[in-house]
């Protein structure tokens, strides 16, 4: 009997030791987890930082990119016009010289009326001065034998009239032969004028079209400094995926590595919870351990306070009643005191009826403060612990964030 006492103990001995160990090496995994959890998540927001900076660069280039596209279809437009401007200034100069063309041949034209009419004028005025010459030095002949070898007065009148046709005729055609020469050299001079004129607009011609080649050379060296550019620009727009690329690569891998560990964390969270709810102890923050600690009431109460706290940040579900994957207000309620050995109402409203009321001054950990279709569970404090809603999940917070309708205790 005595043996058998002590192998009992012994037993006992090696089952807590076993237990211990097993919390001492859950409680290092867990912690593990979390430095491992904390690093990963540090580098992860270090990477999306990167990819931030990355991406802002990438956008960036892309601004300056399409600027560079623009400025280069912006360029080739404008050589394209310029282009249209010399073959117009060409085909000026083109039409300027067939008109130059046709002016010198309109001067050689009018140069050999010129000369032809002067030299008729020429010959004229030297006949004249020729007649003139011979009547004076001749004296009485040609005119004066003329006049004066009329039988009567009647024919000497007549003879008169026709020296003085002669002489007048002689005069006319003088005249027109000089009319004929002046405007001979009016017409001469004036397309002169105009194949002066012609030249000088030729030459503008030739500088303007210098200038719009001289311009479109300039355009021509802009395409090749913008494609250089451009070039460039995409080049580095490249790196920058790639970049881009390796750090999402990087960041996605460490995603799945967090979600690993969260979910391995999550594991060890909860087969502690599940051995901590059998061994009757609860891990809780310092804060909260601290709330509850320096509230009034029972130990028990504590321990429910304490053993709700554990599932803080779990999930809400409506209609469920899981303190892991999920529970709606009244569930997380009713599995914690369930766990505990009591059997309560399901609903909020039912829970409300529960146990014995009691005034709000006088809550104690573990009491239930009721509200319009919600419920949670006192910690102390002036604080509960409560499964909230499908954002916020379990969480603490203010007993007094809505109104209160009851306070019940159950324990």
């Known amino acids: 009997m005595k043996k058998a006492a002590v192998k009992i103990i012994n037993l006992i001995l ?12 859950q409680a290092t995994n867990i912690q593990d987890i979390k430095d491992d959890l904390e ?3 540090e580098a992860l927001d270090a990477l999306n930082d990167e990819l931030l900076a990355l991406q802002d660069e990438q956008d960036l280039l892309e601004e300056i990119i399409c600027d560079l596209d623009s400025e280069l279809l912006n360029t080739m437009t404008e050589i394209g016009l310029l282009e249209e ?65 009329a039988e009567s007065f009647s024919s000497f009148l007549n003879r008169t009239s026709y020296v003085e046709a002669i002489y007048e005729y002689d005069q006319k055609m003088l005249a027109e032969y000089k009319a004929t ?67 999402k690569q990087e960041a996605n891998a460490l995603k799945v590595k967090i979600q690993q560990e969260e979910a391995e964390l999550r594991r060890l969270e909860l087969e502690q919870q599940r051995q901590n709810a059998a061994n009757g102890s609860y891990q809780v923050s310092q804060s909260l351990e601290d709330i509850i600690n320096n509230a009034s009431g029972s130990e028990l ?17 409506w209609g469920g009643t899981s303190l892991t994957n999920g529970a709606d207000c009244s569930g997380f309620v009713y599995r914690i005191y369930k766990d505990f050995g009591y059997n309560i109402s399901r609903t909020s409203y039912s829970q409300r ?42 969480k603490i917070s203010k007993a007094t964030y809505r109104t209160i309708l009851a306070v019940r205790r159950i324990i």
């Open 181 to 247: 020469c002046e405007l001979v050299k009016a017409l001469w001079d004036q397309l002169e004028l105009d194949k002066a004129q012609l030249e000088a607009d030729k030459a503008q011609l030739e500088l303007e079209k210098n200038q719009l080649e001289a311009d479109k050379l300039d355009m021509e060296d802009q395409i090749i400094y913008l494609d250089d550019l451009l070039a460039k620009k995409q080049a580095e727009s490249d790196n920058f995926a790639a970049e881009i690329a390796r750090a």
């Open 301 to 317: 109460g504590k321990q429910i306070a304490r053993y709700g706290c554990q599932f803080i940040g779990n999930p809400y579900v």
């Open 14 to 25: 090696v089952a807590v030791l076993v237990a211990t160990w097993t919390l001492e090496t």
């Open 353 to 394: 009826s529960e146990g014995v009321g009691v005034d709000y001054a006088n809550a104690q950990p573990g009491d239930l403060i009721c509200y319009d279709g919600h419920i949670g569970i006192y910690i102390g404090g002036g604080y509960i612990v409560h499964a909230s809603n499908k954002k916020s999940g379990i």
């Open 85 to 149: 401007a010399i073959a117009a200034k060409e085909a000026d100069i083109a039409v300027k010289e067939a008109d130059i063309a046709q002016k010198e041949a309109d001067i050689a034209v009018a140069q050999g009326e010129y000369e032809d009419a002067k030299a008729t004028e020429e010959k004229q005025y030297a006949d004249m001065v020729q007649r003139i010459q011979y009547v004076y030095e001749q004296g009485d002949t040609d005119y004066l034998e003329l006049l004066f070898s």
């Open 39 to 41: 690093e990963d998540n």
